[in-house]
């Protein structure tokens, strides 16, 4: 059973911390993201990765960054939180399909909720 | 507009009832197409892959129709237990396998 294991439920900050949110998978997944998701927005890609040390914008990478050393950990950075990153954060994995090298089905955290105040 | 977009609901329906969600794309390159169960503040997960000639998964059947660029998911003999949200998701084969979520249709189903 694939496990991808976010580590916190429930972050609050303050404006203009640094904030670190932890992911990880044990099924020896290639891939692995970052999303967040809103009210009426639906989950919107940050940042994602398809290898170790590498990294690929998504839809709004704007005021995050992240960092994968190791390949079952995938790492999302608030370099300085605020108030508008208050949101449901979720991180996925997934296999690269063989034959069209393609990613496979996404497996979810449990995702972090995370209040900026 | 928005690349994948469904009606939010949300959907009402009575134990037993059969509900069809409908959800379009605007990206005609898109390749794969998946029906995702979200329960509330939990996290979103695979409820069934779709096939260009459609399928179905016991109470469950989804449709693709490409010449209209819209997905549907049909649910028959509804149960309390399928009170969540589902999402609908297109992803393309190329330019970086990009994956595009709904924002979810809410369905209550009550006794």
């Known amino acids: 059973d694939v496990k991808v294991t976010q580590s916190s439920r429930y972050l609050v900050k303050r404006t203009g911390e640094k904030v670190f949110l932890e992911c990880v998978q044990d099924?020896?997944?290639?891939?692995m993201f970052w999303y967040r998701q809103d009210p009426g927005l639906g989950l919107r890609l940050i940042y994602f990765?398809?290898?170790?040390?590498?990294?690929e914008k998504g839809d709004i990478p704007e005021g995050y960054s992240v960092s994968r050393e190791k390949k079952e950990r995938f790492s999302l950075i608030l370099e300085s939180a605020s108030t508008n990153q208050t949101s449901m954060y979720l991180c996925?994995?997934?296999?690269?399909?063989?034959?069209?090298?393609?990613?496979?089905?996404?497996?979810f955290g449990a995702g972090t909720r995370l209040s900026v105040l | 507009r928005k690349e994948v977009e469904q009606d939010p609901g949300p959907f009402n329906v009575p134990e037993g009832a059969t509900v069809a969600f409908n959800c379009t794309y605007s990206n005609s390159a898109s390749q794969s197409f998946f029906w995702y169960r979200q329960d509330c503040r939990k996290e979103p997960k695979l409820l069934m892959s779709?096939?260009?000639s459609g399928n179905e998964d016991g109470r469950f059947t989804a449709q693709l129709n490409r010449a209209s660029q819209y997905i549907s998911l049909l649910i028959r003999d509804s149960k309390l237990s399928d009170s969540a949200t589902y999402l609908c998701v297109a992803r393309g084969n190329t330019g970086g396998f990009k994956t595009i979520f709904g924002a979810g249709t809410r369905l209550f189903v009550k006794a």
């Open positions: 779709v096939y260009s």
């Open positions: 996925a994995s997934s296999a690269t399909l063989v034959i069209s090298g393609s990613y496979d089905i996404q497996y």
């Open positions: 099924m020896d997944h290639e891939n």
């Open positions: 990765s398809y290898d170790v040390k590498m990294k």
